[in-house]
């Protein structure tokens, strides 16, 4: 069956470019649409944004100037950037499936990975 | 930004109990709302979709109802593995999360 795998550094100094990769296994990439979401430690979930295979994106507003998500369907797999990161981006961050895309419910979830960011 | 509300943030039950979970929109969503179970040190498990489906593989002791802005989620009868942290989502715009239900043993 389908799965997804996070990775990247788990460490990233504050003002750098957080960048993680998450790969799909069990299928193609080529039919859903994929999105990031993080949830800081002891607190809630926050959606990131999402890529198409095509290429298509979109991202949450409040994170817009700083994210870039891409899809490298060679590789079955997409990519989350985001920039200029502070304390407050220390978080566990998880790629999803999305049904019924682009605004549809997330199915399927990696186990996420932990990120903190350092001063 | 569509707000999303959920009451209480925690819980505590017991066993064979019944519960509730309230969320609210901030606005109309229709029936675009999804349930998630999070367990700790794990990832977000869906539970319900479009408000009431079932996803497969879940129990029927779960379930959703509610449409516009207003939505429960109801376990019938507590198991020992339902003790967890309950989250409702939006997808009618852009994506957003409740602020989590914690359920706790009593």
């Known amino acids: 069956q389908v799965q997804l795998q996070e990775s990247g550094p788990g460490l990233v100094k504050a003002s750098e470019t957080l960048s993680l990769i998450c790969n799909v296994s069990?299928?193609?990439?080529?039919?859903?649409?994929w999105s990031w979401i993080r949830q800081p430690p002891g607190k809630g979930l926050e959606w990131i944004g999402f890529?198409?295979?095509?290429?298509?994106?979109n991202q949450n507003p409040s994170l817009k100037s700083r994210v870039t998500i891409s899809v490298d369907t060679s590789k079955n797999q997409f990519s989350l950037n985001l920039s200029s990161v502070t304390a407050a981006d220390t978080a566990v961050y998880y790629c999803?499936?999305?049904?019924?895309?682009?605004?549809?419910?997330?199915?399927?979830w990696g186990r996420g990975t932990l990120v903190t960011v350092s001063s | 930004d569509i707000q999303m509300t959920q009451s209480p943030s925690t819980l505590a039950a017991s066993v064979g109990d019944r519960v509730t979970i309230t969320c609210r929109a901030s606005?109309?969503?229709?029936?675009?709302l999804a349930w998630y179970q999070q367990k700790p040190g794990r990832a977000p498990n869906l539970l319900i979709y479009?408000?009431?489906t079932l996803q497969s593989g879940v129990p029927s002791r779960f379930s959703g109802s509610g449409s516009g802005t207003e939505f429960t989620l109801t376990i019938s009868s507590l198991q020992p593995e339902d003790f967890a942290t309950y989250y409702c989502?939006?997808?009618?715009?852009?994506?957003?999360f409740g602020q989590g239900t914690k359920l706790e043993i009593q």
């Open positions: 606005e109309n969503i229709s029936k675009w």
């Open positions: 069990g299928g193609s990439i080529n039919s859903n649409y």
């Open positions: 479009k408000a009431s």
């Open positions: 999803a499936r999305v049904v019924w895309g682009p605004w549809g419910y997330l199915d399927l």
């Open positions: 890529v198409y295979y095509s290429g298509f994106t």
């Open positions: 989502h939006q997808y009618n715009s852009y994506n957003t």
